[in-house]
């Protein structure tokens, strides 16, 4: 969310100032008179998902101390006062209790096993879409111990606070007697553009699940817009998609990593993982068990799909998270037996704040030195890209051979899913670490970035209007392997979008106006609320089409009858704009709500 600036930073209430030392004798020296700061630029609230806000709201970094040349500032933190005395001064070290690649070890050993589990169990009980469901308990009760019960062993029992931390460095030192200077307030100047990136990136969300609801896809009311034959209308969403799915989710993931370091280093773990949670597992939480078993409620209510069975009682449910049709046992209307909805819990959407806050949990006990690098060339990122890519197809392939292309509700099939997501967030921390977006992207860079994405757009567009779309609609084979063997143009293709799109951005969004900063305040309601009313104008448009058209659905929320590609442009432009207009609207009003906007 947009959030208010403030003239003077909040410094760091245990922040002990280092005095200046002659070098020569050791001997303090005493400062008149405080050096002059350089401006630095502040981030404003993160997206998504407020799911990205959750970090920003917290952020108000410590302003450092002026010193002398050549005397630094130790950045170091550890558990206890002894372990810091092991730890060289001069390291800048992540305040955080395991090693950070023991950790990823664990964390990712812990991953392939999950995934053979599931593989082994689909394969023999055909049980995989509830396993695939299912996992996201045991991270729910990770997160839940971890945040909530000290000492629970995952972090220790209190963290060192930052006052004793410098004391013990000061003497091991053997420093001489500190002179504490008082500064003046330190102005910060906002990065105005993250703002308007966030309001971007959301209303791509809303058009991305829009045109899915028009593809027979998507959580609710849906259509089809062919049966047989090609499709201008999936031709256009397929390329759509190969954009959007592989840069709005790890983009707004990274700007999510970009926002924790700041509030973990000023909170410390146990406070920085419970405010996480205040602002995003509550909302997690409403949704999952509440609001989005309602939103099915909602179109079961509205269509009233009628079952293609002939006796009361069978359910046509594929996985634990679907619409269940459960047929009634009566049927009032004596011809078919109507569906109705089963509950049960589904992230929906939602899932981003489930793994946003297992990835900030994760992120809250990894120690070790910051990583410091400068941003990698293309290159570079293109390597990592396609080794990431790859172990996202083989993930993603087991994940559907096991019976689930989910996985604790996250997608799994394609690039720009799984992998990438923690790409992203980790990204996100280690460009806020060594200030990669307080000037401009190198402009090779960018360079690279354009070229790659020029071409990789161009051979998946070509693809899908010359072979996959003319051969047939969306779900059968032929489309499925020509999508899933895009995955190889994709991979490097997320990083090369998100850094064109970083770049426009700051170079030409860096603005702030009072339409910009309303929807820049409601993007994370957007996020929240935006399927109930995609599935609201959803079902506006299908009273629109003609009188005789067959407005029946069968098992499902999708109608039976195609719509045709004229009408599925001409309904997706109109779900779209109105949900946008009507989402953006009473996203900020519900900023400018004094308790309310605390949790939003």
């Known amino acids: ?20 030392t002659d070098v020569e004798t050791g001997e303090s020296v005493k400062v008149a008179e405080p050096q002059p700061q350089e401006t630095k630029a502040e981030e404003p609230g993160e997206p998504e998902e407020k799911a990205a806000e959750a970090s920003s709201s917290q952020e ?3 302003t450092p101390p002026a010193k002398a040349d050549g005397v630094s500032e130790p950045e170091t933190t550890s558990t206890d006062t002894e372990d810091l005395l092991h730890h060289p001064p001069h390291e800048e070290h992540h305040p955080t209790y395991v090693n950070i690649w023991a950790q990823l070890r664990i964390f990712h050993a812990v991953f392939w096993l999950m995934v053979v589990i599931l593989v082994v169990a689909g394969v023999i009980t055909g049980a995989g879409a509830a396993i695939g469901w299912g996992y996201q308990v045991p991270m729910q009760i990770f997160i839940l111990i971890v945040t909530f019960v000290p000492g629970s062993g995952f972090l220790p029992k209190k963290a060192i606070k930052k006052e004793a931390r ?25 990065m105005i553009w993250l703002d308007n990136l966030k309001t971007f990136l959301i209303t791509g969300v809303v058009l991305g699940h829009t045109g899915t609801a028009f593809m027979g896809q998507g959580a609710g009311i849906g259509f089809i817009p ?14 759509l998609a190969s954009a959007l799915k592989t840069t709005i989710v790890p983009c707004f993931f990274a700007i999510s990593g970009f926002f924790a370091p700041s509030s973990l280093d000023r909170k410390g773990p146990q406070a920085f993982l419970k405010a996480n949670f205040m602002r995003l597992g509550i909302a997690f939480y409403v949704f999952w068990l509440i609001l989005n078993p309602l939103l099915y409620v909602m179109g079961y209510g509205m269509i009233s799909p009628t079952a293609s069975v002939t006796s009361g009682g069978t359910t046509n449910q594929t996985s634990p998270a679907d ?9 009032p209307t004596g011809g078919d037996f109507m569906c109705q909805y089963q509950y049960f819990p589904n992230s929906a959407h939602t899932w981003f704040l489930l793994w946003l806050l297992m990835f900030q949990t994760v992120y809250a006990h990894v120690e070790g030195p910051a990583i410091k690098m400068d941003i990698p060339s293309f290159g570079w990122i293109f390597k990592k890209a396609l080794i990431l890519t790859l172990l996202q197809m083989l993930a993603g392939f087991l994940c559907l051979v096991g019976g689930s292309p989910l996985f604790a509700e996250m997608p799994m099939l394609s690039a720009g899913d799984g992998y990438f997501n923690m790409a992203g967030f980790v990204v996100g921390i280690v460009a806020k670490r060594n200030k990669w977006l307080e000037k401009p992207l190198p402009a090779e860079l ?5 070229l790659y994405a020029a071409g990789a757009m161009g051979v998946i567009t070509c693809t899908l209007f010359f072979i996959a779309t003319p051969l047939a609609y969306i779900g059968s084979t ?9 995955n190889i143009l994709m991979g490097p293709l997320s990083p090369a979008l998100v850094i064109l799109i970083v770049d426009f951005f700051q170079t030409e969004m860096n603005f702030k106006t009072d339409i910009s900063a309303w929807m820049a305040d409601g993007a994370f ?25 067959d407005k029946t659905a069968s098992d499902s929320l999708v109608l039976d009858k195609a719509i045709g590609d004229a009408s599925a442009f001409g309904g997706c432009l109109f779900v779209f704009g109105m949900s946008v207009l009507t989402c953006f609207i009473i996203g900020g009003a519900m900023k400018k709500i004094p308790v309310i906007k605390n949790f939003i």
């Not at 003497?171 to 307030?185: L, S, T, Y």
């Not at 062919?226 to 390329?239: E, I, L």
């Open 478 to 486: 032929p489309v499925f392997i020509v999508y899933f063997c895009f």
């Open 166 to 190: 410098d004391k013990a460095i000061i003497a091991d030192q053997e420093a001489p007697e500190v002179v504490v200077v008082d500064k003046p307030p330190q102005k910060k100047a906002r």
């Open 323 to 331: 619409t269940a049709c459960v047929v009634a046992d009566d049927d």
């Open 226 to 239: 062919v049966k047989d034959g090609g499709s201008w209308f999936m031709f256009f969403g397929f390329s």
């Open 525 to 549: 309601v957007v996020y929240l609320i935006h399927y109930y009313f995609v599935n609201i104008y959803s079902y506006v448009f299908i009273q629109m089409l003609p009188a005789g058209f």
């Open 446 to 450: 960018v360079r690279s970035s354009r």
């Open 60 to 62: 108000a970094e410590s």
């Open 1 to 20: 969310m947009h959030e208010d600036i403030e003239d003077d930073p909040v410094q760091d209430e245990n922040a002990l100032p280092t005095a200046p």
